[in-house]
């Protein structure tokens, strides 16, 4: 269902108190990541960061209904940041 078709559209009422604790949950969590990301040291964060990113591409764009090649988009993102995309193939390339 989407947004739009739910019977409250477009007047929604919220819980701001279950809102707020749901985000400070999520906060929390969020912190525990950054502090194990932290111990991991620059090398690994700075993969785990380039292989997030270039999975959020590639899932955002199959949801717009095109797909995208990951070492494509992985290289173009390294690239724009500075930063080695190590044996892949760079962004163009055949």
Not at 62 to 75: C, N
């Amino acid at each position: 269902m989407f947004v739009w078709q739910r019977p409250e559209w477009p007047r929604f009422c919220q819980d701001t108190a279950r809102l707020a604790e749901l985000l400070a949950d999520t906060r929390h969590a969020q912190g525990k990541l950054f502090g194990r990301m932290e111990a991991l040291g620059f090398e690994m964060r700075r993969e785990a960061t380039l292989r997030i990113l270039t999975e959020d591409v590639v899932k955002t764009s199959e949801i717009e209904g095109e797909t995208l090649a990951p070492d494509h988009v992985r290289s173009s993102i390294a690239n724009r940041l500075g930063l080695d995309a190590g044996d892949l193939r760079q962004a163009g390339a055949s």
